[in-house]
């Protein structure tokens, strides 16, 4: 509210904001690390030891590994693909001993 010279008047403007709203789909991903054939796996044979000890002769080897879980909102499955594969070279795997793979799943759980 302005008063000049004993008047009172009131200011309003009002302003109408367009706003366009772009959704980037939000991409899971499933990373598996695993130790490579060629590395002996401890944990595995422990594993398999104890499964025999248990009763279950069917069980044959076992490879103990990793699972990761993650969330991206990449532009594209391809942009997600390049990073995820990215990450598990350079931090989720250590490319000496283990090997990853990975699946990409949209929002409604479909593989990409």
């Not at 772009?22 to 054939?37: D, F, H, M, Q, S």
């Not at 799943?105 to 990409?112: D, K, P």
């Amino acid at each position: 509210m302005l008063r000049e010279k004993g008047l009172s008047l009131k200011l309003k403007k009002s302003f109408l904001l367009e706003t366009t709203f772009y959704t980037v789909p939000v991409i899971n991903a499933r990373v598996y690390v695993t130790l490579k054939e060629s590395v002996l796996d401890p944990q595995g044979q422990a594993v398999n030891t104890a499964l025999h000890h248990m009763g279950y002769q069917d069980v044959q080897d076992v490879r103990i590994g990793k699972y990761i879980e993650l969330k991206l909102q990449a532009a594209s499955p391809e942009k997600a693909r390049q990073e995820v594969d990215e990450m598990g070279r350079n931090l989720l795997s250590n490319p000496v001993i283990e090997s990853f793979r990975f699946d990409l799943l949209n929002e409604e759980g479909q593989i990409l």
